[in-house]
């Protein structure tokens, strides 16, 4: 819940960025959880992943799926706009998971 709070308050109150939000929320949960799977011995991996899963690089990800397959259906005639849209949403997503992954 500690997470889910920073990440809430650092996007809404801080107006900072979903990327921004994942890397606090993954810094506060292996702050605390380090300590404490260390002293249980209980793996670190099962112990704190579910805390700090983001549902939103699934959200960007299933966008630039969609965007690829839009891309390939339309062929020569797709607009610039799916194309800045599809590389946005990969984009979103690989900053995301390189957020989780740093903190």
């Known amino acids: 819940m500690l997470a889910h709070a920073a990440r ?3 996007m809404s109150v801080a107006d900072a960025s979903v990327e921004t939000g994942a890397l606090v929320a993954c810094l506060v ?6 300590p ?3 002293r249980l011995r ?3 991996a099962a112990f704190a992943f579910a805390s ?4 939103a ?3 960007v990800s299933v966008r630039m799926a969609g965007g690829f397959v839009g891309l390939i259906a ?3 005639n797709a607009s610039p706009e799916l194309l800045v849209s599809t590389i946005a949403n990969g984009t979103t997503a690989f900053l995301i998971i390189l ?3 740093v903190g």
Not at 29 to 34: A, D, K, N, Q
Not at 52 to 55: L, Q
């Open 8 to 10: 809430w308050a650092i």
């Open 57 to 59: 690089p699934r959200c």
């Open 36 to 38: 404490i799977a260390d």
């Open 74 to 76: 339309s062929g020569g």
């Open 99 to 101: 957020a989780m992954t």
């Open 42 to 44: 209980l793996p670190f």
């Open 29 to 34: 949960v292996g702050t605390i959880v380090t």
């Open 52 to 55: 700090v899963v983001s549902p």
